[in-house]
Protein backbone atom coordinates (compact mmCIF):
# COMPACT_ATOMS: atom_id res chain seq x y z
CA UNK A 1 0.00 0.00 0.00
CA UNK A 2 1.08 3.54 -0.68
CA UNK A 3 2.96 5.09 2.51
CA UNK A 4 4.22 8.72 3.24
CA UNK A 5 6.75 9.66 5.94
CA UNK A 6 7.68 12.32 6.99
CA UNK A 7 10.93 12.41 9.20
CA UNK A 8 9.29 13.10 12.88
CA UNK A 9 6.58 14.32 14.17
CA UNK A 10 8.19 17.28 15.67
CA UNK A 11 11.35 19.08 14.94
CA UNK A 12 13.22 21.85 17.52
CA UNK A 13 15.82 24.23 16.45
CA UNK A 14 17.21 27.81 17.31
CA UNK A 15 16.74 30.69 15.11
CA UNK A 16 18.93 31.46 12.80
CA UNK A 17 19.43 27.91 11.73
CA UNK A 18 18.55 25.94 9.23
CA UNK A 19 15.72 23.48 9.28
CA UNK A 20 15.50 20.31 7.19
CA UNK A 21 12.17 18.14 6.81
CA UNK A 22 12.13 14.63 5.41
CA UNK A 23 9.52 13.17 3.08
CA UNK A 24 9.61 9.66 1.94
CA UNK A 25 7.56 7.49 0.15
CA UNK A 26 6.80 4.14 -1.10
CA UNK A 27 4.45 2.54 -3.90
CA UNK A 28 3.82 5.58 -5.31
CA UNK A 29 4.55 7.35 -8.64
CA UNK A 30 4.04 10.82 -8.41
CA UNK A 31 4.19 13.45 -11.27
CA UNK A 32 5.05 16.00 -8.71
CA UNK A 33 5.27 16.66 -5.29
CA UNK A 34 4.29 19.77 -2.99
CA UNK A 35 4.81 21.20 0.29
CA UNK A 36 2.16 23.06 2.41
CA UNK A 37 2.65 25.06 5.75
CA UNK A 38 -0.62 24.56 8.16
CA UNK A 39 -1.34 26.73 11.13
CA UNK A 40 -4.10 25.22 14.37
CA UNK A 41 -7.28 25.11 13.48
CA UNK A 42 -6.17 26.64 9.57
CA UNK A 43 -6.37 25.27 6.63
CA UNK A 44 -2.79 24.11 4.71
CA UNK A 45 -1.24 27.05 2.88
CA UNK A 46 0.52 26.04 -0.54
CA UNK A 47 4.35 26.52 -0.58
CA UNK A 48 6.26 25.13 -3.49
CA UNK A 49 5.38 22.47 -5.53
CA UNK A 50 8.54 20.04 -7.51
CA UNK A 51 7.87 18.22 -10.67
CA UNK A 52 9.22 14.31 -10.95
CA UNK A 53 11.97 16.05 -13.38
CA UNK A 54 13.13 18.48 -11.38
CA UNK A 55 16.15 18.16 -8.90
CA UNK A 56 15.43 21.61 -6.99
CA UNK A 57 13.42 24.31 -6.01
CA UNK A 58 13.87 27.53 -4.17
CA UNK A 59 11.97 30.31 -3.02
CA UNK A 60 13.15 32.86 -0.90
CA UNK A 61 14.52 31.14 1.94
CA UNK A 62 13.08 28.10 1.17
CA UNK A 63 14.14 25.15 -1.01
CA UNK A 64 12.74 21.82 -2.25
CA UNK A 65 14.64 18.71 -3.66
CA UNK A 66 12.70 15.79 -4.96
CA UNK A 67 14.86 12.37 -5.85
CA UNK A 68 12.65 9.95 -7.38
CA UNK A 69 15.37 7.45 -6.86
CA UNK A 70 15.62 7.61 -3.70
CA UNK A 71 11.97 8.22 -3.30
CA UNK A 72 12.39 11.29 -1.09
CA UNK A 73 12.11 14.69 -1.06
CA UNK A 74 13.94 17.48 1.27
CA UNK A 75 12.57 20.64 2.86
CA UNK A 76 15.32 23.34 4.03
CA UNK A 77 14.47 26.86 5.44
CA UNK A 78 17.28 28.74 6.05
CA UNK A 79 17.69 31.49 8.46
CA UNK A 80 14.41 30.39 10.22
CA UNK A 81 12.48 32.51 12.34
CA UNK A 82 10.21 31.79 14.78
CA UNK A 83 7.45 32.79 12.69
CA UNK A 84 7.79 29.77 10.47
CA UNK A 85 6.82 27.92 13.88
CA UNK A 86 3.99 26.03 12.12
CA UNK A 87 3.15 21.67 10.32
CA UNK A 88 4.67 21.30 7.31
CA UNK A 89 2.52 18.63 5.11
CA UNK A 90 4.21 17.07 2.14
CA UNK A 91 1.91 15.81 -0.91
CA UNK A 92 2.44 13.47 -3.37
CA UNK A 93 0.16 13.73 -6.56
CA UNK A 94 -0.38 12.91 -10.19
CA UNK A 95 -3.34 13.85 -12.28
CA UNK A 96 -6.34 13.10 -10.16
CA UNK A 97 -5.10 11.76 -6.72
CA UNK A 98 -3.09 13.81 -3.79
CA UNK A 99 -1.99 11.81 -0.42
CA UNK A 100 -0.29 13.91 2.22
CA UNK A 101 1.99 12.67 4.89
CA UNK A 102 1.23 13.38 8.48
CA UNK A 103 3.48 16.37 8.72
CA UNK A 104 6.12 17.64 10.97
CA UNK A 105 5.78 20.10 13.64
CA UNK A 106 8.13 22.88 13.53
CA UNK A 107 9.49 24.94 16.26
CA UNK A 108 11.82 27.86 16.04
CA UNK A 109 12.89 28.74 19.18
CA UNK A 110 14.32 32.47 19.47
CA UNK B 1 -5.22 35.32 -6.19
CA UNK B 2 -6.34 31.40 -5.91
CA UNK B 3 -8.45 31.96 -2.97
CA UNK B 4 -10.37 29.55 -1.33
CA UNK B 5 -12.90 30.31 0.74
CA UNK B 6 -15.34 27.78 3.15
CA UNK B 7 -18.62 28.38 5.00
CA UNK B 8 -19.13 28.33 7.85
CA UNK B 9 -16.11 28.42 9.51
CA UNK B 10 -17.32 26.40 12.29
CA UNK B 11 -20.78 24.93 12.79
CA UNK B 12 -22.14 22.64 16.03
CA UNK B 13 -25.24 21.19 15.47
CA UNK B 14 -27.46 18.00 17.23
CA UNK B 15 -27.07 14.52 16.42
CA UNK B 16 -29.11 13.54 13.77
CA UNK B 17 -29.31 16.42 11.79
CA UNK B 18 -27.77 17.41 8.26
CA UNK B 19 -25.33 20.05 7.78
CA UNK B 20 -24.18 22.19 4.95
CA UNK B 21 -19.94 22.99 4.08
CA UNK B 22 -20.08 25.64 1.04
CA UNK B 23 -16.59 25.88 -0.49
CA UNK B 24 -16.12 28.71 -2.93
CA UNK B 25 -12.98 29.39 -5.47
CA UNK B 26 -13.17 33.14 -5.06
CA UNK B 27 -10.93 34.39 -8.17
CA UNK B 28 -10.69 31.20 -10.61
CA UNK B 29 -12.91 28.28 -12.18
CA UNK B 30 -12.14 24.99 -10.19
CA UNK B 31 -11.90 22.15 -12.60
CA UNK B 32 -11.56 19.91 -9.82
CA UNK B 33 -12.46 20.30 -5.77
CA UNK B 34 -11.50 18.07 -3.23
CA UNK B 35 -12.67 17.16 0.01
CA UNK B 36 -10.12 16.41 3.50
CA UNK B 37 -11.30 15.64 6.56
CA UNK B 38 -8.66 16.08 9.18
CA UNK B 39 -8.52 14.85 12.65
CA UNK B 40 -6.56 16.11 16.00
CA UNK B 41 -2.41 16.14 15.53
CA UNK B 42 -3.62 13.68 11.69
CA UNK B 43 -2.74 14.71 8.70
CA UNK B 44 -5.74 15.11 6.07
CA UNK B 45 -7.86 12.45 4.88
CA UNK B 46 -8.96 12.88 1.22
CA UNK B 47 -12.55 11.91 1.32
CA UNK B 48 -13.57 12.48 -2.09
CA UNK B 49 -12.72 14.66 -5.65
CA UNK B 50 -15.49 15.95 -7.40
CA UNK B 51 -14.79 17.28 -11.19
CA UNK B 52 -17.57 19.97 -11.97
CA UNK B 53 -20.39 18.48 -13.17
CA UNK B 54 -20.20 14.66 -12.40
CA UNK B 55 -20.38 12.75 -9.70
CA UNK B 56 -17.93 13.10 -6.83
CA UNK B 57 -15.16 10.02 -7.02
CA UNK B 58 -15.32 8.83 -2.59
CA UNK B 59 -12.19 7.20 -1.49
CA UNK B 60 -12.42 3.92 -0.07
CA UNK B 61 -14.65 3.39 3.03
CA UNK B 62 -16.50 7.15 2.46
CA UNK B 63 -19.85 6.51 2.60
CA UNK B 64 -20.98 8.87 -0.31
CA UNK B 65 -25.14 8.49 1.09
CA UNK B 66 -23.51 10.24 4.45
CA UNK B 67 -21.25 12.81 2.94
CA UNK B 68 -22.82 14.45 -0.07
CA UNK B 69 -21.05 16.30 -2.36
CA UNK B 70 -22.22 18.53 -5.09
CA UNK B 71 -20.35 20.52 -7.68
CA UNK B 72 -22.95 22.34 -9.56
CA UNK B 73 -20.34 25.23 -10.78
CA UNK B 74 -17.03 25.48 -11.25
CA UNK B 75 -16.49 28.00 -8.36
CA UNK B 76 -19.11 26.49 -5.93
CA UNK B 77 -18.57 22.81 -4.30
CA UNK B 78 -21.05 21.89 -1.13
CA UNK B 79 -20.25 19.04 1.30
CA UNK B 80 -23.84 17.94 3.48
CA UNK B 81 -23.17 15.73 6.04
CA UNK B 82 -26.64 14.28 6.59
CA UNK B 83 -27.72 12.12 9.98
CA UNK B 84 -24.29 13.54 11.65
CA UNK B 85 -23.15 11.65 14.59
CA UNK B 86 -20.88 12.93 17.09
CA UNK B 87 -17.90 10.45 15.01
CA UNK B 88 -18.09 12.83 12.53
CA UNK B 89 -16.73 15.92 14.47
CA UNK B 90 -14.00 16.98 12.84
CA UNK B 91 -12.37 19.83 10.35
CA UNK B 92 -13.45 19.53 7.18
CA UNK B 93 -11.40 21.49 4.87
CA UNK B 94 -11.62 21.73 0.56
CA UNK B 95 -9.19 22.28 -1.74
CA UNK B 96 -9.67 23.25 -5.56
CA UNK B 97 -7.97 23.15 -8.29
CA UNK B 98 -8.02 24.72 -11.82
CA UNK B 99 -6.19 25.18 -15.57
CA UNK B 100 -6.62 28.75 -15.35
CA UNK B 101 -4.60 29.68 -12.19
CA UNK B 102 -0.75 30.71 -13.32
CA UNK B 103 1.83 28.58 -13.29
CA UNK B 104 1.38 24.75 -12.87
CA UNK B 105 -2.11 23.95 -12.94
CA UNK B 106 -1.02 20.68 -10.35
CA UNK B 107 -0.72 23.49 -7.53
CA UNK B 108 -3.86 22.97 -5.11
CA UNK B 109 -5.51 26.00 -2.80
CA UNK B 110 -7.18 24.94 0.46
CA UNK B 111 -9.85 26.99 2.11
CA UNK B 112 -9.69 28.07 5.69
CA UNK B 113 -11.51 24.60 6.93
CA UNK B 114 -14.82 23.63 8.99
CA UNK B 115 -14.68 23.01 12.79
CA UNK B 116 -18.20 20.45 12.90
CA UNK B 117 -18.99 19.50 16.26
CA UNK B 118 -21.67 17.14 16.81
CA UNK B 119 -23.52 16.95 20.22
Known amino acids: SQKIEQNSEALNIQEGKTATLTCNYT??????LQWYRQDPGRGPVFLLLIRENEKEKRKERLKVTFDTTLKQSLFHITASQPADSATYLCALANNNDMRFGAGTRLTVKP | GAVVSQHPSWVICKSGTSVKIECRSLDFQATTMFWYRQFPKQSLMLMAT?????????EQGVEKDKFLINHASLTLSTLTVTSAHPEDSSFYICSARGPGLAGAKYEQYFGPGTRLTVT
Open chain 2, 50 to 58: SNEGSKATY
Open chain 1, 27 to 32: NYSPAY
